[in-house]
């Protein structure tokens, strides 16, 4: 008789398993390479005959063991860690499409995804389409084409915040025979298991939450095993039919459930190699162990900080979804009735030069190009990160340019809203 842990154990318990006389910390790996014995041995690992290591960029035990955590907390069938967000996002597009290929994307994907799809991938010859999150099925159903691979969303917008309907995304893709891949960085497996919602696919920044720390940049990604990629035939043919590069195999025969990931490993981590440095991996897996912890207090400490926010008259709008009367309050209690994330957006009164006002005189919360980290941190996307677009550019990216991007700590939520108190002092005096 099996027994499923509670997700709180599986962040503490979960990857590493020592067996007798090992270290009960998860070690790092700090190698490159792999002594084997003889010559036909390691010659199987590289026909993909045999489980093992060889060479630390394809994969490494330090690293595994850590996306193993991340596949149970996500309630998958198998994980990789890439070195960052963005990687992660690029393989599980990537191991599916080609050129001539055509992807359909959320609209309020991050800035850096979207910017990936849309003007690097396209270079590469695999076309986008982007719809409104908002849009109603036959919207939806109007961007796809004969040669679309898959859809691709966020679970939480960043830095919009809107929250993504998960049925209605995974009824249309699966309306057309591909894929959901969800980003599911704001939210984390604490507060939305993407893959109980009808999402195929789960991707990761663990440079946020997971981490916690702000130090080991890195990405994941988590396949639920659920799509059918041999229902189909050649549509994705790179699963389905003989990979040359490896004398022939066909991963969705030799690797059933797993070969989703095993492809975007051998293929795509060999060729490309964006692979996470063993100490990353390492620091991730120390964030995970109190993950449970930290998100509950993220998001009690942003409810706070947002109804606070709401009622003060220099403030002159407030975007949390876990906010009564917000836009996406009712899809936040469907799919995350437990909590959001930690980030709030909001803008002041006397527009975008009190809004840098604001930001000039934190002292707590400190201003920097991150988001999603145990201490509080603040962003102005119009003079930050979207600084070369004038306001009629910035509206039709969907940033306000009052919009400040508040990213609430683990601190004493008083102490926060006692920083905010005293920075807002400053506006209009």
Same mark, same amino acid.
């Given at each position: ?88 996002n690029y393989y599980a597009v990537f191991n599916i499409c080609e050129a001539g290929d055509h992807v359909v ?13 849309? %003007? ?16 109603d099925e036959e919207t939806l159903n109007r961007a796809f084409q004969e040669n679309t691979k898959c859809m ?25 025979? %591909? ?98 440095s063993p100490m990353n991996s390492f620091l991730l897996n120390i964030g995970l162990e109190t993950l449970h ?49 930690? %980030? ?54 969907? %940033? ?30």
């Amino acid at each position: 008789m099996s027994y499923e842990y509670s997700i709180e154990t599986k962040c503490v318990q979960s990857g590493w398993q020592p067996k007798n006389g090992e270290p009960r910390v998860l070690p790092i790996y700090q190698s490159t390479t792999y002594k084997y014995e003889n010559s036909d041995e390691m010659g199987k690992l590289f026909d993909l005959e045999a489980e093992g290591y060889f060479y630390t960029r394809l994969q490494n035990p330090t690293n595994d063991r850590v996306a193993e955590k991340i596949c149970a907390l996500e309630g998958g069938v198998a994980a990789m860690l890439t070195a960052s967000g963005q990687a992660a996002n690029y393989y599980a597009v990537f191991n599916i499409c080609e050129a001539g290929d055509h992807v359909v994307m959320s609209s309020t994907m991050y800035g850096g995804t979207f910017n990936l799809l849309t %003007v690097t991938m396209k270079k590469m010859g695999i076309a986008c389409t982007i719809v409104d999150p908002d849009s109603d099925e036959e919207t939806l159903n109007r961007a796809f084409q004969e040669n679309t691979k898959c859809m691709l969303a966020e679970s939480i917008a960043n830095p919009a915040l809107v929250v993504l309907d998960f049925e209605k995304f995974a009824k249309v893709a699966h309306a057309h025979q %591909v894929p959901l891949i969800v980003d599911n960085t704001f939210a984390t497996p604490i507060n939305c298991r993407p893959f109980e919602f009808g999402a195929d696919i789960v991707t990761h920044s663990t440079t946020k939450y997971m981490d916690g720390h702000a130090m080991a940049v890195g990405g994941a990604i988590v396949d639920s095993g659920n799509f059918d990629w041999a229902n189909y035939g050649e549509k994705f043919h790179g699963l389905t039919m003989p990979d040359e590069s490896y004398h022939g195999v066909v991963y969705t025969e030799k690797f059933g459930k797993k070969a989703y990931i095993t492809k975007a490993t051998v293929q795509l981590m060999r060729d490309l190699g964006s692979i996470p440095s063993p100490m990353n991996s390492f620091l991730l897996n120390i964030g995970l162990e109190t993950l449970h912890l930290r998100v509950p207090r993220h998001c009690e400490n942003a409810l706070r900080v947002a109804s606070w926010l709401e009622s003060h008259d220099k403030v002159a709008w407030v975007n949390y979804p876990s906010l009564p009367g917000n836009k996406y309050y009712n899809l936040a209690q469907k799919y995350m009735p437990n909590g959001t994330c930690g %980030v709030i957006s909001f803008g002041l009164k006397g527009g975008r030069n009190e809004s840098v006002t604001l930001m000039d005189h934190l002292k707590l919360a400190a201003i920097v190009t991150h988001v999603a980290d145990a201490r509080t941190c603040v962003l102005h996307p119009a003079s930050h990160t979207h600084r070369q677009m004038n306001d009629e550019q910035l509206k039709e990216a969907g %940033v306000q340019p009052d919009l400040i991007r508040l990213s609430v700590g683990i601190e004493n939520v008083d102490d926060i809203i006692s920083d905010l108190q005293q920075a807002l002092a400053y506006i209009g005096s």
